[in-house]
């Protein structure tokens, strides 16, 4: 199975974090799962405009640590919730919740 | 260099955080706009990093709170945005952004930035602090300036600019004025006038200004004629300015006694005689070079002479008027300038109406040149009255008992003017100062009665009829340059009486001498011609001897004499 991370992303943020790589993730990955908590709570017909930002800040932030494959999908909600046409199809937090599993149990076996 | 970040995201926070440490940078973080903008005003940042969108305050927001209430110098905004829509990117510049970066963020770009960044406010600082020497430099050189002008203002002053006879219109284009403008009364009653415009203006102008000034009324109080006085500004200015800067130059005098306009310009624009009775304008051309040009060898001045009286204005200007420019930069013209004076010949004050008439004209166009425009009227003295100055006055001093003697012959008499050098040496009697005026009419009045008539034999009837004064002063201007045979002689017997002192004067001529009987009655043309009634009102005794070549003046004072 191939990985679900951008190796040279992470490669340049272990040249300049260093010893503090650990710091980092770990700040990444209770931030993310706080944002991922908060997002499963909001509902589609009411909550676009804070589904936006909330998916974009996970987006920024995932990129930003390599998480690309599910910074992708969430690029994709947040164009969506941007322009208001958001669907229950495309809103499926279930997946989310697998891809970001799936790349904190790979960044965890290869970083710390 | 201290840099503030701003932005909600823990983990892009650390990595630029680390990426700014790792080369030299102090760090300050804030998670979100409100944070960001208390923090700017408690680290006073020197650059700035702000994500786009933040809780609270949004980046944009940040910025335009942050450049609007900060009064630091200019501090670079950088823009942390995963945006990529141009509309996106161009927001950051539009509200008030240097520049933005793309997320993730790129180690090598950001220090690229920051370096580049760190260049431009180096050169920020630069700026201002030479900004800062530059104003305080200059506010030094103003304040100079105001010392200097106060003495400027004490040498160039305005003398007796201010009499009722006269208008005036002055604007310095900067402290100091290119134009200089000065008045004084003559010894013997009338007035002397210059108009003088340096080349440029400010201080170099007022440099040249200070002799020339000096020199104007330290010789007409002296009794200097116009030439003399003009030979001698001449030859200082001709030594001190420098090459490429001269002075334009209109002096006149106003004889009251004589009603007599003598007028002599040199490189200025043309004067305007005006008569406000017949409504004629006459024009007085320039008749020589600039002052400061030509060398005292050949310098020469010849004055012009007019009739000047109650309906007479003279108008003098210099360039700055006639080469004002209206918007469509188009001069304002002698032509103009004329037709105006013509309109308004008969009016009170005809230098107001040219002012008014140039301010329509120019509309907002800038000023170029100083303006300065002169009018002089009659002047209100009586003429046979000439005051008894106060003075501070010493007993016993000087020349009070002596006897003075000279005697001009031929060529001498066309070259030389005695009155300035008995008047210095007659006043070092201090007694005589409060007399200056008296004894300078009644001393040159008898020695140009002995050139003019006696040696020159000129005929004073012509000058009764309207163009006379021209023409007379012509041919006295002929006689004296011809003359080399003749001669005046002068002695002035000073001695002290009981009350005070005599004065004798004693002037003899080579001339045939004159019909004293029919002259010296009263109501004659010649009587009033030769200035005898203001003669006998000064002096106590008048007798004409050897056919009346030789005159005999007693005139007398007393220690008790007070200023009227």
């Known amino acids: ?112 | 260099m201290k840099i503030l970040i701003a932005d909600d995201n823990n983990t892009e926070r650390l990595v630029l955080s680390r990426v700014l440490e790792s080369i030299g940078h102090e760090v300050v973080q804030a998670e979100d706009g409100t944070t960001a903008i208390s923090q700017f005003e408690q680290h006073a940042p020197e650059l700035v990093f702000l994500d786009v969108l933040m809780p609270g305050y949004d980046g944009y927001e940040v910025a335009e709170i942050i450049i609007k209430e900060s009064s630091r110098p200019w501090f670079p905004i950088i823009f942390l945005t995963s945006l990529t829509q141009a509309s996106d990117l161009a927001k950051c510049i539009e509200a008030g952004g240097d520049d933005f970066v793309s997320k993730p963020i790129n180690k090598v770009i950001i220090r690229a930035k920051v370096e580049a960044f760190e260049r431009i406010i180096k050169l920020y600082r630069t700026v201002a602090t030479q900004r800062e020497k530059i104003q305080f430099h200059n506010e030094h050189l103003v304040q100079e300036q105001e010392a200097a002008k106060k003495i400027f203002n004490n040498i160039a002053h305005r003398g007796c600019l201010t009499s009722q006879n006269i208008n005036y219109h002055l604007s310095p284009m900067s402290i100091f004025n290119g134009d200089l403008m000065l008045a004084a009364e003559l010894p013997m009653g009338g007035m002397r006038l210059m108009l003088a415009d340096f080349t440029g203006h400010g201080l170099p102008a007022a440099i040249g200004a200070m002799p020339a000034s000096e020199i104007f009324y330290g010789m007409t109080t002296k009794g200097f004629s116009i030439p003399d006085m003009m030979v001698e500004m001449n030859t200082r200015l001709y030594n001190v300015l420098p090459r490429g800067i001269f002075c334009c130059v209109i002096v006149f005098d106003i004889d009251s006694l004589d009603n007599r306009l003598t007028i002599w310009n040199a490189g200025a624009p043309d004067s305007y005689l005006v008569d406000q009775e017949n409504k004629t304008v006459e024009l007085i051309h320039s008749a020589h070079l600039p002052l400061g040009i030509q060398s005292p060898q050949k310098f020469q001045v010849k004055c012009k002479g007019y009739t000047f009286s109650k309906n007479h204005k003279i108008i003098a200007v210099t360039d700055g008027i006639i080469e004002a420019d209206n918007s469509e930069a188009e001069m304002y013209g002698e032509a103009r300038m004329l037709e105006c004076i013509q309109k308004n010949a008969s009016k009170k004050n005809i230098c107001a109406a040219l002012i008014d008439e140039l301010e329509i004209y120019c509309g907002k166009a800038e000023q170029a040149d100083d303006v300065s425009l002169l009018e002089v009227a009659f002047p209100s003295h009586k003429t046979t009255d000439v005051p008894v100055i106060e003075e501070t006055v010493v007993k016993a001093s000087g020349t009070s008992d002596s006897v003075l003697n000279l005697k001009l012959r031929g060529k001498s008499l066309g070259s030389f003017d005695p009155i300035p050098l008995f008047l210095q040496t007659l006043l070092t009697c201090k007694e005589l100062l409060p007399h200056r005026a008296r004894i300078f009419t009644v001393l040159s009045e008898l020695y140009n009665n002995a050139l003019d008539h006696g040696v020159l034999g000129l005929d004073s009837t012509i000058k009764n009829d309207s163009h006379g004064f021209a023409k007379y002063y012509q041919q006295r201007f002929d006689g004296l340059r011809e003359i080399d045979v003749g001669f005046v002689g002068i002695t002035v017997d000073h001695r002290p009486t009981a009350e005070g002192g005599e004065l004798v004067f004693d002037i003899s001529d080579s001339g045939s001498g004159f019909d004293v009987e029919s002259i010296v009655k009263e109501g004659s043309k010649e009587y009033s011609g030769r200035g005898l009634p203001l003669l006998l009102s000064l002096c106590d005794s008048i007798d004409y001897l050897e056919n009346g070549s030789r005159v005999h003046a007693i005139y007398r004072w007393r220690h008790d004499d007070v200023p009227e």
Do not use: P, W
Not at chain 1, 24 to 31: P, V
């Open chain 1, 1 to 112: 199975m191939g990985s679900c991370l951008d190796l040279e992303i992470l490669d340049e943020l272990v040249d300049i974090m260093g010893d503090d790589m650990g710091m980092l993730l770990n700040s990444y990955f209770s931030d993310s799962q706080t944002k991922l908590a908060e997002l499963s709570q909001m509902v589609i017909q009411t909550d676009q405009e804070k589904i936006f930002r909330m998916v974009h800040a996970l987006k920024g932030s995932s990129r930003n640590v390599g998480v690309v494959v599910f910074s992708d999908v969430c690029e994709k909600i947040e164009q969506l919730a941007r322009a208001g046409n958001l669907t229950e199809n495309d809103f499926d937090i279930e997946n989310l919740n697998q891809l970001h599993i799936q790349a904190t149990d790979e960044l965890k076996q290869r970083y710390l």
